[in-house]
């Protein structure tokens, strides 16, 4: 197998686990906090980012997206 076979496969996995868990957190946040979801997750976002969790901010950024995409 070469390496860039490789690379995409590793990438391909941890971009399908990486969407897993914002379908996870998405859920979690909506079934807790109802409406006030894409708030939560907007101030989650702001948060880490001032933390300096770059990681943690673009997780919560996709999933303040993803609560704006669907109609209440």
């Known amino acids: ?9 590793i990438t391909s996995q941890a971009a399908l686990r990486a969407n897993e868990n914002e379908r996870h957190l998405r859920n979690a946040v909506t079934k807790v906090f109802g ?3 894409r708030l ?3 101030w989650s ?5 001032f933390d300096g ?12 997206h993803q609560l704006g ?3 209440v």
Do not use: G, I, P, Y
């Open 45 to 49: 976002a702001l948060e880490a980012k």
């Open 53 to 64: 969790r770059e990681e943690d901010c673009r997780l919560w950024a996709a999933v303040f």
């Open 69 to 71: 995409a669907r109609t």
């Open 1 to 9: 197998m070469s390496t860039q076979t490789t690379a995409s496969m």
């Open 35 to 37: 409406e006030d979801a």
């Open 40 to 42: 939560v997750a907007a």
